[in-house]
């Protein structure tokens, strides 16, 4: 069994290791009769939905059905506390991530030039950690920003140096095209870059 005794690599402890996740939590809405569960992948499609008691502890979530996942997700997780008349009166949140490498054996490019690096056909889950560089090991959070080359800009607040960023290209407003992505940790020297070229499924054709 891995043991985890550092409470600020949040990427490790986001991470799914198993298609059946045990979700515990502290009761600490002491006015609360009852609460809600809710786990909403990517997508925005909320996978779980369930209320629990105050005797209730802990839900077996099944993430994926098989023994390793077939698509990578981040997903969040929100428990809702209600009082008797049904108001709110607090909430818990996490994240956790469903990456395939966390499961057996995992393909392995380790040349950046490689076509791996470059394309992608999915929604992606970019890992991200202060401590890859001694430059920005004591950030404490991190900056995202994915350019589209002639498009759109989005600029992503991380709000901790470690953790995962799903990027949500399927049934987007992105649109196919080529990317260039930075990676910054406020108040430290040092930048991340990539450029990935999101592809179409299927077999393009080009008639002249």
Do not use: C
Not at 125 to 145: F, H, K, Q
Not at 155 to 166: C, E, P, S
């Amino acid at each position: 069994m891995s043991v985890n005794t550092s409470p600020t690599e949040n990427r490790l402890w986001e991470t799914v290791f198993t298609n059946e996740v045990n979700v515990a939590w502290r009761w600490t809405a002491t006015n609360a009769v009852s609460a809600g569960l809710s786990v909403v992948g990517m997508n925005g499609g909320e996978v779980l939905a369930t209320n629990v008691s105050r005797s209730v502890s802990n839900v077996l979530w099944r993430a994926f059905a098989q023994a390793a996942p077939s698509a990578e997700d981040v997903y969040g997780l929100t428990l809702t506390f209600y009082g008797s008349g049904g108001a709110v009166v607090g909430a818990q949140t996490s994240r956790l991530a469903v990456v395939k490498g966390a499961f057996g054996n995992a393909s392995v490019d380790p040349a950046p030039a490689g076509a791996s690096w470059a394309k992608i056909k999915e929604n992606a889950v970019i890992p991200y950690d202060a401590g890859w560089a001694e430059a920005t090991a004591s950030s404490t959070n991190g900056l995202l920003v994915i350019a589209k080359r002639g498009g759109a800009v989005q600029t992503n607040a991380l709000a901790d140096a470690a953790g995962y960023f799903g990027w949500k290209l399927r049934h987007g407003d992105w649109g196919y095209g080529a990317f260039n992505l930075a990676l910054t940790f406020p108040g430290a020297q040092g930048e991340w870059n990539a450029t990935v070229n999101y592809l179409p499924n299927g077999t393009l054709i080009g008639v002249r």
